[in-house]
């Protein structure tokens, strides 16, 4: 019927998951999550013709209403930078490129990825309280799907999968930067075997994780420091090798750490007949306990990639419904209290409990606002 439940679960390394019934709540329509920077989640939702951010604390469980952005056509996708003072909303678009204006140069943007479209930018800062446009005269890419990973805030840059590339927004000095993913050509061929995708940021690095009908493959973005120490090597091209591979965990040794998962989804699901790589979609990690989370009809399941433990953490099912599991979205909060207890603060609860959704009694919807 057009409502939404959000439902926030707090995290242990043990893989257990417990409810967190004060940040959970309904709405009478859709607010589509854009982003996660720090604690604070961006939201969107369209009343008639107007489109409306909010930004929700996590840690104050308080809402903030952006003013009206000043561009009205859909954008190709939104990020959020917080540095724990002052955030910054940016919007990407698609417009027709000036001919007049030069090729961007390789560092900038990869020579598959020169078209007539660049892209244009509508910024919202905390600071001035104030939507502005930006052309930072990037081309974007010939082919662009729809934008499915959530953007990364990471080392004062929003970061975006786009079409077989990374996009980056310096938010500090606004400089653009277009590189090749490591999975590039591949994944948009008419072949294409990649079936799912995320960023991540952990020991300070860029991690892009996929997977592929071999495993789940997760490579680090380089940074300036790594280049000049390859820089020594003979015939090594920063162009090219702008990232490195981290680990590869094939599908049938994921499948061997814990069977019964596997067995108990193909009971659930009537679709589900003979288990394909497709199947799993990676869509987070936490650096704090070395655990990857991965998507899979009817669940979501933990693999620490310290143990190779497999868990599951949350099951859906819901035949009598209309029920679409849309997005998954891990935030990192970080308040006094778990400093004082030198870290993330574990749930109380059962341990190795796995949660149903959806949570069949109402929540409250989230009362403080600003």
């Known amino acids: ?10 995290l242990a390394d043990e893989g257990s998951v417990v409810v967190n019934r004060s940040l ?5 329509s859709n607010m589509h999550i854009c982003a996660s920077s720090n604690g604070l989640l961006l939201l969107s939702s369209v009343n008639g013709n107007l ?10 469980e308080q809402c903030v209403v952006l003013p009206q952005p000043q561009i009205t056509r859909r954008s190709i996708g939104t990020g959020l ?8 909303v940016v919007r990407i678009f698609s417009s027709e490129g000036d001919r007049s204006i030069s090729e961007p140069s390789s560092s900038s943007a990869p020579s598959g990825a020169r078209g007539g479209r660049l892209i244009q930018m509508e910024i919202f800062s905390s600071e001035t309280g104030i939507w502005k446009r930006h052309s930072p005269q990037i081309h974007l890419p010939s082919d662009l799907p729809k934008l499915s990973t959530i953007p990364l805030f990471s080392n004062g840059a929003i970061h975006w999968e786009l079409g077989g590339y990374l996009l980056m927004y310096y938010v500090n ?46 490579w680090v973005l380089l940074k300036e420091e790594d280049h000049q120490y390859y820089s020594s090597y003979y015939h090594y091209d920063r162009d090219r090798y702008q990232w490195k591979l981290a680990h590869t965990v094939t599908h049938q040794y994921l499948m061997c750490q814990n069977p ?3 067995l108990r989804m193909g009971r659930r699901n009537i679709y589900f007949i003979q288990w394909e790589p497709y199947f799993i979609s990676p869509f987070a990690y936490i650096q704090s306990f070395q ?24 099951s859906y099912e819901f035949p009598d419904s209309n029920f679409h599991c849309c997005l998954l979205v891990v935030a990192v909060v970080h308040s006094s209290k778990d400093d004082a207890r030198g870290g993330h603060a574990k749930p109380a609860g059962a341990i190795g409990n796995a949660v149903s ?14």
Request: aromatic content about 16%; hydrophobic content about 35%.
């Open 1 to 10: 019927d057009g409502s939404a439940q959000y439902i926030f679960l707090d």
């Open 24 to 28: 959970s709540f309904n709405t009478e």
């Open 51 to 60: 489109l409306r951010y909010n930004l929700f604390n996590l840690l104050t």
């Open 81 to 88: 930078a917080f540095d724990g003072f002052h955030y910054q």
């Open 173 to 218: 000095s606004s400089y653009c930067r277009l590189i090749e993913l490591p999975n590039y050509p591949q994944k948009w061929s008419c072949n294409s075997l990649t079936f799912g995708q995320c960023l991540w940021e952990a020991q300070g690095y860029v991690h892009y994780c996929y997977t592929d009908s071999e495993g789940i493959h997760t």
């Open 260 to 262: 019964e998962i596997f």
């Open 291 to 314: 655990t990857l989370y991965l998507r899979l009809p009817g669940m979501i399941v933990s693999y620490n990639l310290r143990t190779q433990a497999l868990k599951e953490v949350c």
């Open 357 to 370: 959704l959806p949570i069949t009694d109402a929540l409250e919807k989230p009362t403080k606002s600003k």
